[in-house]
């Protein structure tokens, strides 16, 4: 990596492989899909300063398509359980 060395740019390359390889190393689908969020994050400023703006809508895209699975399967699911927790506690508040 030091010898292809050219600019602090290869810093947001040094920086986005370490942390979609840390992210690919969970177990836990949430933090992986943060990781790839961030990533997709610092591949924008990346393609920005380059002036690659298909790349920038590439990165976008798949910013857009985490951000989605976020929703469908950390979100969505989180309000629910919590929704039935407490329904579930105030049927059993009822019966007492």
Same mark, same amino acid.
């Given at each position: ?6 600019? *602090? $740019?290869?810093?947001?390359? @040094? *920086?986005?492989? %370490? #942390?979609?390889?840390?992210?690919? %190393? ?7 899909? #943060? %990781?790839? !969020?961030?990533? /997709?994050? @610092? ?6 300063? $380059?002036? /690659? ?6 990165? !976008?895209? /798949? #910013?857009?398509? %985490? &951000?989605?699975? +976020? +929703? &469908? ?5 989180? +309000? ?17």
């Amino acid at each position: 990596m030091f010898i292809f060395w050219n600019n *602090a $740019l290869d810093l947001i390359l @040094l *920086a986005s492989i %370490s #942390i979609s390889t840390i992210g690919f %190393s969970l177990k836990n689908m949430f933090h992986v899909r #943060i %990781s790839m !969020l961030i990533n /997709g994050f @610092l591949f924008i400023v990346y393609n920005f300063t $380059l002036q /690659g703006y298909v790349n920038m809508f590439c990165d !976008l895209t /798949g #910013i857009i398509i %985490s &951000i989605t699975f +976020i +929703i &469908i399967y950390d979100i969505i699911p989180y +309000i629910k359980n919590k929704k039935s927790i407490k329904n579930s506690n105030n049927k059993m508040e009822e019966k007492t």
